[in-house]
């Protein structure tokens, strides 16, 4: 299930129409994929989403892209890192219980402004509500630019558990993202 908050429907399908048929067949049976959506996750929400999501199969992973459009205001600001893990607790813990308790929860957001430095000696205090989320996931992604100017990617990985993954660096080729070695 993947609830996206920031592309419209036509920007969506143009870029599903991109992928291959094969995977397009698989996802036909396999996924919901949402219109931009406004919601602030209350349990009136949140019991609509286990409605429509159940109604065609029990996902095993739950996309929420970005975090930022739906924290609610109610919780306070979503750089106050109390304010941030209340609001995990008692909404995405509240919708995946409702949807299906063992689904794997994967979160996108935005980060604020870090220096070059800053970035590079801990990418993840870039998150908003960061001391909050890192004691939330089990695993952490962060990517970003060295270089303005190229198009590279770095991506940090942060596990709780398990060994350490090591840093990748990506570029995109031809419309499509690439390991570089």
Not at 12 to 17: D, F, H, P, S, W
Not at 72 to 97: P, V
Not at 104 to 113: A, E, G, P, Y
Request: charged share 25%.
């Amino acid at each position: 299930f993947y609830m996206q908050t920031e592309i419209e429907y036509e920007y969506m399908k143009e870029r599903l129409q991109q992928l291959d048929n094969e995977l397009l067949n698989v996802a036909a049976n396999n996924l919901i994929i949402t219109p931009k959506v406004h919601l602030s996750f209350n349990h009136d929400e949140i019991s609509e989403i286990k409605e429509i999501v159940n109604e065609r199969f029990k996902p095993d992973v739950l996309a929420i892209d970005p975090l930022r459009n739906i924290f609610s205001s109610e919780y306070g600001n979503e750089n106050d890192n109390s304010a941030m893990l209340f609001f995990l607790q008692k909404t995405l813990e509240k919708l995946r219980s409702a949807v299906n308790p063992d689904a794997c929860i994967v979160l996108t957001h935005h980060t604020k402004k870090l220096s070059k430095k800053m970035l590079e000696e801990d990418p993840f205090q870039g998150l908003s509500g960061a001391g909050s989320l890192r004691g939330f996931y089990s695993t952490g992604m962060v990517m970003f630019a060295h270089d303005e100017e190229s198009s590279v990617r770095q991506i940090v990985f942060e596990l709780r558990n398990g060994e350490r993954v090591q840093n990748k660096l990506v570029d995109k080729i031809n419309g499509h993202w690439q390991l570089m070695e």
